[in-house]
């Protein structure tokens, strides 16, 4: 079995894994180790590729030249309206990076594909716990998954009025969404919520540089690192979907699409883009100022040919264990380091009293009142069913062990009449408990967009994240 990394359930639990204190060392431990690898990549040995990517990619994030001198830091994330476990890692990137002297970039995944156009609210009502539930609000048209980076707002109206329309989900909220003061309008859906959470992050004291992944797919030293896998691929091909299935293996997965799909038989790890916005399969013929990284290939760029410690969410630390295992098979060499961090923050919403134990517990007296009458009667009873109990037959004496059980149910049955009047109050206190832990459940989520929360929680929550 590999890694588990599991979200923090807590309001405001942190996971990081490895601990913040142990990161400036793995930094400098993965700085030496790629920057001596004796690896060639495109005809140029690691050393030589690193310093080029760092170069392009600092100039096109519009980085001083005097930054490619120092370690990078890394994050990335698709660019939607995340939740606050997620966007944790930019300030933790920016903190991270003002205690070591390095450099922070951001990478957009505009390469990904926008899947849904719809945010979800909890609908909430403080008096009646079986009223709460989830409702989805449109801020555009839907027309099938495209990237990022072609993604064009397709009903301006819609996108423009979100805010307003959404604002009746939220009527009795105690407490303002970011949502009605930060909505950003633009001709493309990744660029507007880009801006969205880059003025935020500005406003709270985190800056860090920020590159697109297809402006970093138009470098050189990316052409040249594509361009090393398509002349070999039968080999790349085969280290890549032995490492896929050595991680199905090991923790018992069997979908074929989980963590990645195979490549098929002259299939390249990178996606060709198109005029009309959409994805194709990369071959080893691909023209590569086309080509996209797919997930694990885009981790593996970032971290061998370009950065110098990577941070990761849950999923991406998860998959991330196939790219060490191409890193080691593929290039013969140690993959650097890197850190899982996630966290929760609950939208502060009055929860209701009960919770899973207290559920536990109602529905152990519901069943009790059925099955074992006898705990809620005078002794006698009590003391009639230990008799019974005590008298059990050895599980070799079948017949007697049968006349035994239905001794114990007629037993059961001729007590159930006196505790009849418990059970309707018992199951009417259990269906309440349910509820409000159902609705608690909801409301508790931790996947809710960060422009769904007050300000001064969010800041004060992300800001911790700076130190």
Known sequence: MTAQFRAPTANGAVLAEPHFAALPALVEANRERLNSAPVRIGGLPLPDLRALARREALERAGSASDGALRPLL????QPELSHPGVWV???ALNGLARKLGCVPLHLVVDNDTLKSTALRFPVWNPNDPRSVRLESVNFDAFAGEVAYEDRAVRDAEAFRTFPARAAPVWANWPHEPLLANCWRTGTNVGDAFTQMRRGREREWGCHNLELSVSALSQTRA???FAAHILNDLPRFRACYNRAIRAYRDANGVRSANHPAPELEEGEAPFWVRTGEGKRQRATATSDVTKLRPRALTLTLFARVCLGDFFIHGIGGGKYDEVTDAIIRDYFGISPPAYQVLSATLHLPLPAFAATRADEA??????????WNPHKFLPSEHATERERLCAS?????????????FRALQKHTEALRPLVADQLPAAESHLAQVRAECDANAILHRRDFAWVLYPEDVLRAFLQNFLA
């Not at 890394?74 to 994330?77: I, S, T, V, W």
């Not at 517990?361 to 059925?370: G, P, T």
């Not at 059990?392 to 035994?404: F, G, I, M, S, T």
Request: glycine share 4%.
């Open 392 to 404: 059990e037959p050895p599980r070799e004496a079948h017949a007697a062990r049968r006349e035994w």
């Open 222 to 224: 990316f052409a040249r």
């Open 74 to 77: 890394l994050a990335g994330h």
């Open 361 to 370: 517990n109602a529905a152990r007296r519901v069943r009790d009142l059925r």
């Open 89 to 91: 890692k930019n300030f």
